[in-house]
């Protein structure tokens, strides 16, 4: 008697779980871009200000993100409260307008963040300047340490 209710349960435990594990395998790539693309930015960033100031921004901007991320999560528990209290009292139809009003309330803030996300890539010179600029005031020099002499014939260390 016990036995197909047993069964029953493991039937569905097993499906839940087999279920959440084909959602997890489908977020795994997308967490491994995201650690490469953190990569590319921290790359980027120490090239264009500096080892201390690149891991200060990502720092900030990780701190950022998961303010932003606890605020809205906050604000949605909130609404998901006062909209059980809603539910029943109202009929169907007016949870679903809730729902689309609240996914359309989040759509400024992913305009936001991909706003943030641009302004850390901005340059402030442009490419051309930036270019020439990077060798130009750095010495030629041997291996042995040697300079070569200048335009004018007189080497670096006489004048």
């Known amino acids: 008697m016990f036995r197909g209710l047993i069964n029953d349960a493991k039937a569905a435990a097993g499906s839940l779980v087999g279920k959440y594990l084909v959602r997890a395998s489908v977020a795994v790539p997308f967490i491994v871009a995201a650690g490469f693309g953190v990569a590319a930015l921290t790359v980027s960033l120490v090239a264009s200000f500096g080892a201390l100031h690149a891991y200060m921004m990502l720092a900030g901007g990780f701190t950022l993100i998961g303010l932003l991320a606890a605020f809205v999560v906050s604000v949605k528990e909130q609404e998901e409260e006062v909209a059980e209290t809603k539910d029943e009292a109202n009929d ?68």
């Open 92 to 159: 169907t139809a007016s949870v679903a307008s809730n729902a689309a009003a609240q996914a359309a309330a989040q759509v400024p803030l992913a305009f936001i963040l991909l706003a943030i996300i641009r302004l850390l890539f901005w340059s402030t010179e442009s490419d051309a300047e930036a270019e020439t600029s990077k060798g130009a005031d750095l010495p030629v020099g041997k291996s042995n340490g040697a300079h070569r002499p200048a335009a004018n014939g007189l080497h670096p260390q006489a004048a």
